[in-house]
């Protein structure tokens, strides 16, 4: 388990380098991809092709700031972010960046939701560049989800599971709480009786 724990950081810490070098590229990608005028940056859509590779994605999810594949996964929701954040208390248009992590990490997850009874929904490493926060509430949509689904959702911290703050669950989306970057997993828990205290901050050994 410490090997599965060492390769979810150290997969994370590279995503996010190759990510952000990127950044740039996806701000443009949605206006690429449909075919609107090219921007002053001159990027093409091999450019965007490439970009998303890169990033182990597809266009529309490069495009879209979304999962749609995610690694060591059969079966996932579809996840994305865009729009407006509650930034330290002030309502701001922000993205949180989606990244694809591991089979290592989708492995971490998946021990994890058996823990609390429920099923993964999508795990990815999210991150915020050029973004400074304290706390932020986020939604993000999630294919399926329902109002009135019991949606966890776990922070890996230093190798352990953490669980985070749901604020609302609707109809595809839920808001989250969240106080930093790094690696999340979206379980449905449907069973009232799952997911209590005894799965909080558990050490998978």
């Known amino acids: ?53 890169a990033a182990d994605m597809n266009i529309e999810e490069y495009s879209a700031n979304a999962i749609v594949d995610a690694p060591g996964l059969e079966e996932c929701a579809r996840i ?21 992590t591991t089979t290592g990490a989708a492995a971490y997850a998946q021990s994890q939701a058996r823990a609390v009874g429920g099923m993964v929904l999508n795990v990815a490493e999210i991150i ?5 926060y304290d706390e932020a509430e986020v939604r993000f949509d999630i294919e399926g989800v329902l109002t009135g689904d019991r949606i966890v959702v776990y922070h890996c911290v230093k190798g352990e599971w953490k669980e985070t703050e749901v604020l609302e669950v609707s109809d595809h989306s839920a808001t989250v709480r969240m106080h930093e970057a790094g690696i999340y997993c979206f379980i449905r828990c449907n069973d009232a009786a799952a997911g209590q205290t005894a799965a909080h901050d558990m050490i998978i050994s």
């Open 1 to 53: 388990m410490e090997k599965l724990k060492a390769e979810i950081l150290r997969g994370s810490s590279m995503r996010l380098c190759r990510r952000v070098w990127h950044i740039k590229t996806a701000l443009l990608c949605t206006a690429v991809y449909w075919c609107l005028p090219m921007t002053a940056h001159g990027e093409t859509l091999a450019e965007i092709e490439t970009a998303a590779a």
């Open 128 to 132: 915020s560049p050029g973004i400074v």
């Open 80 to 100: 994305s972010q865009g729009g407006t954040c509650v930034i330290d208390g002030e309502s701001r248009e922000a993205t949180f960046t989606l990244v694809k």
